[in-house]
T-cell receptor, first 115, second 118 residues
Framework: GAGVSQTPSNKVTEKGKYVELRCDPI?????LYWYRQSLGQGPEFLIY????????DSGLPNDRFFAVRPEGSVSTLKIQRTERGDSAVYLC?????????????FGEGSRLTVL | AQKITQTQPGMFVQEKEAVTLDCTYD???????LFWYKQPSSGEMIFLIYQGSYDQQNATEGRYSLNFQKARKSANLVISASQLGDSAMYFC???????????????FGTGTQLKVEL
């Protein structure tokens, strides 16, 4: 498909487990963003990649959260020792450039439920 | 202080009528951009319209227009001729540092749930 693809669409896990969420951006988009959306809230910024490097990770809530983008396209958000408060929809977005007026193209999200 | 405030948790509008969704923002940055996104029940965020802080005219995109009042720091979305398919959650968002090229984070409001009725 031509859009941003996220897998899995749904993930249920137990407290304390490790989780990986994958994002495949639109081909050619150099900028990639991760957001977290809790129930009834707007998306909250987590981390932004320009190419392979994390240009801004100021939104990551703590050191249990980590993200990589080793080849500058697909990104993986990794959550260690999951907690019930991590339950949310994790949205990935990509754009053609960093900053500026470029719109973000979002995927449909990965819904994470931590029991 | 909240950077983006959407005071209407829910709105109803009749089909074919116009509706205004409110958004106020708070920033001291002279260069910023304001966005509106639509989020249907499928969960995907769909870009609707963009307004730059230095744009002289209000943005329009088809049935969407943005009523930008810079002095009041408001950026209301107007949807004309509402359709049943417009029923969704609508988010206002801001990116700061537009002209310096450093902006990359979107700060979102809490959203307004719009329901279009027959």
């Amino acid at each position: 498909g031509a859009g941003v693809s996220q897998t899995p669409s749904n993930k249920v896990t137990e407290k304390g487990k490790y989780v990986e969420l994958r994002c495949d951006p639109i081909s050619g988009h150099t900028a990639l963003y991760w957001y977290r959306q809790s129930l009834g809230q707007g998306p909250e910024f987590l981390i932004y990649f320009q190419g392979t490097g994390a240009a801004d990770d100021s939104g990551l809530p703590n050191d249990r959260f980590f993200a990589v983008r080793p080849e500058g396209s697909v990104s993986t958000l990794k959550i260690q020792r999951t907690e019930r408060g991590d339950s949310a929809v994790y949205l990935c977005a990509s754009s053609t450039s960093s900053g500026g007026t470029g719109e973000l193209f979002f995927g449909e999200g990965s819904r994470l439920t931590v029991l | 202080a909240q950077k983006i405030t959407q005071t209407q948790p829910g709105m109803f509008v009749q089909e074919k009528e116009a509706v205004t969704l409110d958004c106020t923002y708070d920033t001291s940055d002279p260069s910023y951009g304001l966005f509106w996104y639509k989020q249907p029940s499928s969960g995907e965020m769909i870009f609707l319209i963009y307004q730059g802080s230095y744009d002289q005219q209000n943005a329009t995109e088809g049935r969407y227009s943005l009523n930008f009042q810079k002095a009041r720091k408001s950026a209301n979305l107007v949807i004309s001729a509402s359709q049943l398919g417009d029923s969704a959650m609508y988010f206002c968002a801001m990116r700061e540092g537009i002209l310096t090229g450093g902006g990359n984070k979107l700060t979102f409001g809490t959203g307004t749930q719009l329901k279009v009725e027959l």
